[in-house]
């Protein structure tokens, strides 16, 4: 699968947004031992790839340093943008705040960082693999040591696309304890943007250099919708925490969808949506993966297909509603997604089956069911992971560029290019 058709500022954003927002594993009683630790040519430090391990390339700590923008994540607190954000929020240096070091170091507490750990090496090995206190001196004995003794000793499992999406989400989201809200976003913080099949291989192949040995082929179809479910389940996860239990009558405008409020004042229509059943006006909860995956599974002729587009409607409609039906569509939405997810595992990703999901984004691209940025970059890079597997994509390079282009600045978006390049991308020839 070619990803090299993606437009080179498109690459740049996607990789700024993963130097911005790391993944960092919630393993609190594990001791951290340091990417130094990591770093020996004979251990993942080698210049150059080699072929003692079939599962390890031995130069996963070069190219983390050298390309990996995870290792940039702490140096990103200290630049000017960064700096004037903890200025406008009052929270002191960007560096130092635990609500930037959450997401931006492996932030895990002072007793639990060994000798050669060091909060400045940014996101590191240990942030999505797991504190290494138990498994670092042995896990390379394989076969004598089974990596399920690894695995109990703190090795996080990221090899199970569950376990992956989860300590990808956990920032590149949010969860409980990591959370970009209204307050840092108006102080400056980049809207958060995330895909979980398109940023993993933005982020593998980062710099030319693949960042793991592959041990199987990847289905990226597959993993586009995993990564679809689970970012929407996070997000109904941040809406029950930060809109309908926020302590106060006002709930955190984060979990809103930026485009209700932030459009030209001229424009007629003020955020209403007849497919969503929401007025002119009317808030909308961010859902630009639930958007994007209903149209996915009305494609598949899915059987859960209108449980969640009833389960939708009613999530948006429970925006201006009291408390108690807020909760009753979280749990609905949350059971249409479960049943999605059940459905999902008998789809084969046939050709038909991909060239239905890509007539599918283009026609609700034409029908203005992707009204804002949010929502037409997730088609946009939905339509890439289509086209890709169709093996169409490099036909389709100057238009795929020219649709990315044009989405990287939110102020500049208008829905008129992105259905004309959509359009573009849709049509077989």
């Not at 993942?44 to 983390?64: I, M, R, V």
């Not at 004037?84 to 492996?106: T, Y």
């Not at 932030?107 to 240990?126: H, I, S, T, Y």
């Amino acid at each position: 699968m070619s990803w090299k058709n993606i437009h080179l500022k498109w690459a740049v954003l996607g990789l700024a947004a993963l130097s911005a927002f790391g993944a960092v594993a919630d393993d609190a009683k594990l001791r951290h031992e340091g990417v130094a630790t990591c770093a020996s040519s004979l251990c993942h430090g080698s210049s150059q790839p080699l072929k003692a391990y079939d599962s390890a390339l031995q130069n996963e700590y070069t190219t983390w340093s050298q390309f990996d923008p995870h290792s940039n994540a702490y140096k990103v607190l200290l630049n000017k943008q960064s700096q004037e954000i903890a200025r406008r929020m009052g929270i002191g240096p960007a560096h130092e705040a635990p609500a930037c070091l959450a997401c931006h170091s492996d932030a895990v507490p002072a007793a639990q960082r060994g000798a050669k750990f060091q909060l400045d090496d940014g996101v590191g090995c240990e942030s999505c693999h797991g504190g290494s206190e138990k498994w670092l001196a042995t896990h390379y004995q394989s076969p004598r040591i089974p990596r399920s003794e690894h695995l109990a000793n703190g090795l996080v499992a990221l090899e199970k696309p569950d376990v992956l999406a989860g300590t990808c989400l956990g920032c590149h989201v949010g969860d409980q304890n990591r959370y970009a809200n209204h307050r840092m976003m108006a102080a400056g913080h980049p809207r958060l943007v995330f895909e979980l099949d398109t940023y993993l291989e933005l982020w593998r192949t980062s710099g030319g250099r693949e960042h793991y040995r592959k041990k199987a082929p990847t289905n990226h179809s597959a993993l586009w919708v995993k990564g679809l479910v689970d970012s929407s389940r996070r997000q109904l996860s941040l809406i029950e925490q930060h809109g309908a239990g926020r302590m106060g009558p006002i709930p955190d405008f984060g979990v809103f969808a930026c485009h209700s409020c932030h459009r030209d004042l001229r424009l007629t229509a003020f955020g209403g949506s007849s497919a969503l059943g929401t007025a002119p006006g009317d808030l909308r909860w961010q859902d630009a993966h639930l958007l994007v995956l209903r149209r996915v599974t009305a494609a598949l002729q899915l059987g859960s297909r209108t449980e969640l587009d009833r389960a939708v409607i009613a999530l948006q409609k429970a925006a201006h509603g009291d408390a108690s039906s807020l909760r009753a569509a979280l749990t609905q939405t949350r059971a249409a997604l479960s049943a999605v997810e059940q459905q999902m595992g008998s789809v084969s990703w046939s050709a038909a089956q991909m060239n239905a999901v890509a007539q599918a984004l283009t026609d609700a691209s034409r029908r203005g069911e992707f009204p804002d940025p949010a929502a037409a970059e997730q088609a946009a890079m939905g339509m890439v992971v289509m086209l890709a597997g169709l093996k169409l994509d490099q036909g389709k390079k100057a238009e795929i560029n020219r649709l990315f282009d044009d989405l990287r600045d939110d102020n500049a978006f208008d829905q008129r290019r992105f259905v004309k390049w959509m359009s573009v991308l849709g049509t077989r020839n």
